[in-house]
């Protein structure tokens, strides 16, 4: 694992990192650090700097994830939360991502799991990942599910 996943792995295990926390832990500089930081988010990663030092944005993460998904016709494996709190894993077919009711983010996608339309709550997405697979285009019928669950 080289020194820019490190920190990321990091951040994800640690919460709010400061950048001297961050060097302490990779045994490099403040400097390096920061520069590192800079780096990765060129590179799309999703780290934000506030009161308390680093973290990642998981929400900007998953969006980051369906954009991907979307843009290149690929299945999405989620881990998605229930709102009693049940994490099930789906691999879904992105078709939109819309903003919504009550300032919260959806995804509209085929549910693989369910074999239907589903939407999903971007906040309990736990995880989002970009597979290799390409899937089809959506049949008339399945359009017509689309087009149903982002009209309700």
């Known amino acids: 694992m080289n020194r820019r996943d490190a920190l990321v792995e990091e951040l994800r295990a640690?919460?709010?990192?400061?950048?001297?926390?961050?060097?302490?832990?990779?045994?490099?500089?403040?400097?390096?650090?920061?520069?590192?930081?800079?780096?990765?988010?060129?590179?799309?990663?999703?780290?934000?700097?506030?009161?308390?030092?680093?973290?990642?944005?998981?929400?900007?993460?998953?969006?980051?994830?369906?954009?991907?998904?979307?843009?290149?016709r690929r299945i999405l494996r989620i881990e998605y939360g229930d709102g009693r709190g049940t994490v099930t894993s789906r691999d879904v077919e992105p078709s939109i991502c819309l903003g919504g009711r009550g300032g919260h983010w959806y995804l509209v996608a085929w549910c693989r799991l369910r074999d239907d339309v589903r939407v999903f709550r971007l906040d309990r997405i736990v995880s989002a990942v970009v597979t290799r697979e390409r899937y089809p285009e959506p049949t008339p019928d399945r359009l017509a599910g689309l087009a149903d669950a982002v009209a309700g």
């Open 14 to 72: 640690g919460g709010r990192l400061s950048a001297r926390e961050l060097a302490s832990r990779l045994g490099v500089s403040r400097r390096t650090v920061i520069r590192d930081v800079a780096l990765l988010r060129e590179e799309g990663v999703p780290i934000r700097l506030d009161s308390g030092g680093y973290v990642i944005s998981e929400l900007e993460s998953v969006k980051r994830s369906i954009d991907q998904a979307l843009l290149g």
